[in-house]
């Protein structure tokens, strides 16, 4: 059982990026699942999340907008598109899944969570 998270990089104020977050050994479709992420010498916080039911999403108030979460069932993946970045969205990002969504200062986190995935390190920057 795993999440493979990837896509991070380098980018410019403005530009745009892509993370995936494979899953092998689960269904991912089956749980709902989350985007995280880690700023330098923060608290990891709530980015994005998607039911398992009916794909309802929810987005922390710092990325509405700018990031889409979005599944493909038959890939076994799920990917944030983030547009518009800002400095302050450098971070280490995690998926993860999860059960009983919370929103919490702002943001969503899950109750409970099953599975995490390692971290892909997005860097906004001129």
């Known amino acids: 059982v795993q999440l493979q998270a990837s896509g991070g990089g380098l980018v410019q104020p403005g530009g745009s990026l892509r993370l995936s977050c494979a899953a092998s050994?689960?269904?991912?479709?089956?749980?709902?699942i989350g985007w995280f992420r880690q700023g330098p010498g923060k608290e990891r916080d709530g980015v994005a999340c998607?039911?398992?039911?009916?794909?309802?999403?929810y987005y922390a108030d710092s990325v509405k907008g700018r990031f889409t979460i979005s599944r493909d069932n038959a890939k076994n993946t799920v990917y944030l598109q983030m547009n518009s970045l800002k400095p302050e969205d450098t971070a280490v990002y995690y998926c993860?899944?999860?059960?009983?969504?919370?929103?919490?200062?702002?943001?969503?986190?899950?109750?409970?969570?099953?599975?995490w995935g390692q971290g892909t390190l997005v860097t906004v920057s001129s």
């Open positions: 998607m039911s398992s039911s009916d794909g309802s999403t």
């Open positions: 050994g689960f269904t991912l479709g089956y749980y709902a």
């Open positions: 993860a899944t999860g059960r009983n969504l919370v929103r919490y200062s702002g943001s969503y986190y899950f109750a409970e969570y099953d599975y």
